[in-house]
């Protein structure tokens, strides 16, 4: 069973800083997904990846994933108070419509 | 247009009532999901429809009763809930398991933030 964790679980941090958020998952997941939750709101989709390797960048988010280490990392640059929220990632693989959600990573961004 | 639309966006309801929660997607998507969030902490799956067939429930208890009359809508039927039972509940649709290399995104409704008293 595909089990992913994400750290930090809180993370508070200056604009204009810039940081990473890291996802492990367990076992083989030919995809991971980023999502965005601000409180009390949806989740809104952020960043697919399919491959290894693969990189995408979206304002000041970039998501990145490593198969071999079974790692996706959310790098987030110069934050703005605009990105506090709840980052989840999620692993899925394409056989199964099934998603597991890592446990969020929430982020404070403070002037 | 990514839109998945839910109703009530809030319900209170004794643990006697019956209620039904909606949701309805218009972007041909072929897979639809209910999750249940509870504050502070991820979605948990509760159901997958594709094609209209439910394909999994993840031993959710019989209170819970899910339903898809058709491609576009997803009903979750509520009977004897529990107070534990009060999150906010999610649904989701995707286009679904295809061959290759598709993306199967999964798009959010605003959920419905239930409150069972």
């Known amino acids: 069973e595909l089990k992913v964790e994400q750290n930090p679980l809180f993370l508070s941090m200056q604009e204009g800083k810039n940081y990473t958020i890291y996802c492990n998952y367990s076992t083989t997941s030919d995809r991971l997904y980023w999502y965005r939750q601000d409180p009390g709101k949806s989740l809104e989709s952020l960043f697919v990846l399919l491959s290894n390797g693969a990189v995408k960048q979206e304002g000041r988010l970039m998501a990145s994933l490593d198969t071999k280490a079974r790692l996706s990392t959310l790098h987030i640059t110069a934050a703005v108070h605009d990105l506090s929220a709840t980052y989840f990632c999620a692993g899925g693989v394409s056989t199964a419509s099934k998603l597991t959600f890592g446990t969020g990573t929430r982020l404070q961004v403070t002037l | 247009d990514t839109e998945v639309t839910q109703t009530p966006k809030h319900l209170v309801m004794g643990m006697t009532n019956k209620k039904s929660l909606k949701c309805e997607q218009h972007?041909?998507?072929?897979?639809m999901y209910w999750y249940k969030q509870k504050a502070k902490k991820p979605p948990e799956l509760m159901f997958v429809y594709s094609y209209e067939k439910l394909s999994i429930n993840e031993s959710v208890p019989s209170r819970f009763s899910p339903e898809c009359p058709n491609s576009s809508l997803l009903n979750l039927h509520l009977h004897a809930l529990q107070p534990e039972d009060s999150a906010l509940y999610l649904c989701?649709?995707?286009?679904?398991?295809?061959?290759?290399?598709?993306?199967?995104?999964?798009?959010f409704g605003a959920g419905t933030r239930l409150s069972v008293l």
């Open positions: 989701a649709s995707s286009q679904g398991l295809t061959s290759g290399r598709a993306k199967n995104i999964q798009y």
């Open positions: 972007m041909g998507h072929r897979a």
